[in-house]
């Protein structure tokens, strides 16, 4: 064989041998990318933390601060709505990402009411007459609507009475207080106004709506002292010409 044939024959062996490298290589690189598909699959991890709400973001994710200082963004889910910007709470859930980064899925929340911290100024000691007449206290001392029975209403959506003669809404003419003297007996009114204090139990109510206060004949209807209410019904003049309203429904959304 001369060189030229040698050569062909070395180049073509050579050729081979590389092709057989790359062939037997190729299993091994697709095993190394089956091996590493189960690595990016994520795995959620469980989280507790103790902290307080200090800012809202978005929805249900809220910003919690931690005793050190350390922000951490939650998602609150069905725990957004309770009272836990007062205190401090134990928060357990998982650990997700979303695309502002990581934050922890709420699941579970540990929560307890705040305690009032009531301060008494005892700067000046109370008299001998007044010790006596706070050991004396008793519950005729209160308000009569304050053991009134639990409320009925004649709405399932918000509290509502009507008694007697009750009309239709568009009958009654929105006032205050203060407009009622100017009105003739037996006016429709509808008027916004709060439950004050007791004048007859059960019977006669006086309602304050931030201007005046006006006697109300509740006519079987109750509502709680400080309640907000709009009180319909008819204007009527009492023997010492004050006005005072004759109540056909009574409601409230509080």
């Known amino acids: 064989m001369n060189k030229k044939n040698i050569m062909a024959v070395l180049l073509g062996g050579a050729l081979t041998m590389m092709s057989l490298v790359a062939f037997a290589a190729e299993p091994a690189a697709d095993a190394a990318v089956e091996k590493a598909e189960p690595a990016a699959a ?7 933390v103790r902290a307080g709400i200090t800012g809202h973001e978005a929805g249900t994710i809220y910003k919690l601060t931690d005793a050190e200082g350390k922000i951490i963004r939650a998602d609150l889910g069905k725990h957004g709505g309770k009272m836990l910007n007062k205190v401090p709470f134990t928060a357990t859930g998982t650990m997700e990402t979303d695309e502002k980064g990581e934050y922890l899925k709420v699941k579970h929340v540990e929560y307890k009411d ?5 301060q008494v100024n005892r700067s000046n000691p109370l008299s001998k007459q007044m010790q006596t007449r706070l050991g004396k206290k008793s519950s005729g001392d209160r308000d009569a609507a304050y053991f009134h029975e639990r409320i009925n209403s004649s709405n399932a ?9 009750a009309q239709p809404k568009e009958a009654y003419t929105p ?5 009622l003297d100017a009105m003739k007996a037996g006016t429709r009114v509808q008027c916004k106004a709060s439950a004050l204090e007791t004048v007859v139990p059960d019977k006669v109510v006086n309602f ?3 201007k005046a206060k006006v006697k109300v004949q509740m006519n079987g209807a109750y509502a709680p002292l400080g309640q907000r209410c709009t009180v ?5 003049k009492a023997a010492d010409g004050s006005s005072y309203i004759y109540l056909e429904r009574l409601e409230s959304v509080a």
């Open 114 to 118: 705040p305690v009032a911290a009531i």
């Open 208 to 210: 304050w709506d931030h």
């Open 157 to 165: 959506n918000f509290y509502e009475n009507q008694v007697t003669g």
């Open 175 to 179: 006032a205050g207080f203060l407009d």
């Open 232 to 236: 319909y019904g008819t204007v009527q």
């Open 42 to 48: 994520t795995e959620w991890k469980e989280a507790t």
